[in-house]
Antibody
Framework: EVQLLESGGGLVQPGGSLRLSCTAS????????MNWVRQAPGKGLEWVSG????????YYADSVKGRFTISRDNAKNTLYLQMNSLRAEDTAIYYC??????????????WGQGTLVTVSS | DIQMTQSPSSLSASVGDRVTITCRAS??????LAWFQQKPGKAPKSLIY???SLQSGVPSKFSGSGSGTDFTLTISSLQPEDFATYYC?????????FGGGTKVEI
């Protein structure tokens, strides 16, 4: 069974930094591209960033480009999202999502349960 | 960027109803269209990919259709567990984009 477990969320001041983690199990993590998707309180889904299986290609939404960095450690089965220069509008639940195919872009199949990031003074 | 427009934004239905949700892309997306279900306080669940293919374990009461820029999600006989918000998403090109969601209420 595929499991994706996010962690690292919390309360941070505007301008601060936070690193999210997504620990994977139940599949060959290093073979699949991964993504981060967020959802602001009461709002819809917004794709944030994607990363190829071997970290050769990164993709970002314009809203986070230059501030967020996606990375992965295939030896640790873990996906990361380093978030810098955080703004109030970055407040959201952050989900990691696995590609169904071994290339990108492709459809997602599995999602984590999410971790809440709150940016406030 | 490809814009995804869902309609309606919400709908009221009864148990047993047939429900159809529409999603329109601002340009052709080669049928790279997915549908997700999200219940309150829960993570999204993947339902359909490639416009009409069911994800593993998804019941056949869910079906997707369409091509080019216009797509639909149909729930054949609404059950209490189907009351949720549904999102479409294009994965033809980055940035990946979602529709605004359709809330299905009693």
């Amino acid at each position: 069974e595929v499991q994706l477990l996010e962690s690292g969320g919390g309360l941070v001041q505007p301008g601060g930094s936070l690193r999210l983690s997504c620990t994977a199990s139940g599949f060959t993590f290093g073979s699949y591209p991964m993504n981060w998707v967020r959802q602001a309180p009461g709002k819809g889904l917004e794709w944030v960033s994607g990363l190829s299986s071997r970290s050769t290609k990164t993709y970002y939404a314009d809203s986070v480009k230059g501030r967020f960095t996606i990375s992965r450690d295939n030896a640790k089965n873990t996906l990361y999202l380093q978030m810098n220069s955080l703004r109030a509008e970055d407040t959201a639940i952050y989900y990691c999502a696995k590609n169904r195919q071994r290339w990108e872009p492709s459809e997602f199949d599995d999602w984590g349960q999410g971790t809440l990031v709150t940016v406030s003074s | 960027d490809i814009q995804m427009t869902q309609s309606p934004s919400s709908l009221s239905a009864s148990v047993g109803d047939r429900v159809t949700i529409t999603c329109r892309a601002s340009q052709g997306i080669n049928n790279y269209l997915a549908w997700f279900q999200q219940k309150p306080g829960k993570a999204p669940k993947s339902l359909i990919y490639a416009a009409s293919s069911l994800q593993s374990g998804v019941p056949s009461k869910f079906s997707g259709s369409g091509s080019g820029t216009d797509f639909t999600l149909t729930i054949s006989s609404l059950q209490p567990e189907d009351f949720a918000t549904y999102y479409c998403q294009q994965y033809d090109s980055f940035p990946l984009t979602f529709g605004g969601g359709t809330k299905v209420e009693i």
